[in-house]
């Protein structure tokens, strides 16, 4: 079994910044693309804040670009999130993802159990 632990989140005023961090434990062969989704409120979708493939290509998104960095740390299975001007709308359940392949070779998804972010205004 793969297990993905978060810390980092937080309350913090507008403007301030955020690091997150999530490490990844367990039996796998590596880890490929890990990456951080927001979700605002219970019932609603997950959606995708950043992404970094085990080479280092990111991907943001639209809301987010510019103002959060992801990166990751290949030797220690870990991904981290910086988020700096923070605004009230970041605030969101924050989940990390990873992609583990098995010794046997099998590829899922893991996901972290989520570190809650509030932005106050």
């Known amino acids: 079994q793969v297990h993905l632990v978060e810390s980092g989140g937080g309350l913090v005023q507008a403007g301030g910044s955020l690091r997150l961090s999530c490490a990844a434990s367990?039996?796998?062969?590596?880890?490929?693309?890990m990456g951080w989704y927001q979700q605002a409120a219970p019932g609603k979708q997950r959606e995708l804040a950043a992404?970094?493939?085990?080479?280092?290509?990111?991907n943001y998104s639209d809301s987010v670009k510019g103002r959060f960095s992801i990166s990751r740390d290949n030797a220690k299975n870990t991904v981290y999130l910086q988020m700096n001007s923070l605004k009230p709308e970041d605030t969101a359940v924050y989940y990390c993802?990873?992609?583990?392949?098995?010794?046997?070779?099998?590829?899922?998804?893991?996901w972290g159990q989520g570190t809650q972010v509030t932005v106050s205004s």
């Open positions: 993802s990873a992609v583990p392949t098995l010794p046997g070779g099998a590829v899922y998804t893991v």
């Open positions: 367990g039996s796998f062969f590596r880890i490929n693309t």
């Open positions: 992404s970094i493939t085990r080479d280092g290509i990111t």
